[in-house]
């Protein structure tokens, strides 16, 4: 069959064809819809990281608020401890020091002349004494400073008063020395009677 179309060319109907556009042209529109999907996603991961978090977090400060009375009992028992250990540790210092305070007494007394009397000792830490004492002689003081210079229990001892006295209308001489003890080892420190 054969068609006629009698209309004006301008009025004729054209054929139309069409084309698909080019797929470089859609590229670009695919980027863009990839990278808005990728962040859209890392949003929402990292949305759902920090509510796990926050109720990890809640959930911690809740046991630390539940375990808080404990948390300061343990600091008061150690506070406990640790002054308990300072009082030990003073009581075995001292217990250490016994024996060779015991020691340097006896030494001392060993120390003496006849005829001399040690009126006071006292301790002015760090294993220096202060002794007085009276007694007839200068010739006494030199022989006690001798003795006790010459015992293992002292390094040294200096005499810093001599001067003359009276007791009950006797003429004395009254001294007054300053020693330095030398501690011994532990065993050493036994008392030997």
Not at 60 to 87: F, H, V, Y
Not at 151 to 168: H, N, Q, R, T, W
Request: aromatic share 8%; proline share 4%.
């Amino acid at each position: 069959m054969i068609r006629i179309n009698l209309l004006p060319r301008e009025e004729m109907s054209t054929q139309r064809s069409v084309t698909m556009p080019d797929l470089g042209t859609f590229a670009p529109l695919v980027l863009v819809l990839v990278a808005a999907a990728t962040i859209s996603l890392g949003f929402l991961y990292q949305t759902q990281q920090i509510s796990t978090l926050e109720t990890i977090i809640a959930e911690e400060e809740a046991e630390s608020r539940r375990l808080a009375p404990e948390i300061a009992k343990i600091k008061r028992l150690n506070e406990q401890r640790q002054d308990l250990n300072d009082r030990l540790d003073v009581i075995t210092r001292l217990d250490s020091d016994r024996y060779f305070r015991v020691h340097l007494l006896d030494e001392l007394n060993r120390s003496l002349p006849g005829y001399m009397w040690i009126t006071r000792c006292e301790d002015l830490g760090g294993d220096s004494y202060a002794v007085e004492g009276v007694t007839f002689s200068n010739f006494l003081v030199s022989d006690f400073l001798q003795n006790v210079a010459n015992s293992p229990y002292f390094a040294s001892v200096d005499l810093l008063v001599s001067e003359k006295g009276d007791i009950d209308d006797v003429q004395v001489v009254k001294f007054r020395a300053r020693a330095h003890a030398v501690r011994k080892p532990a065993t050493a420190d036994v008392f030997e009677g």
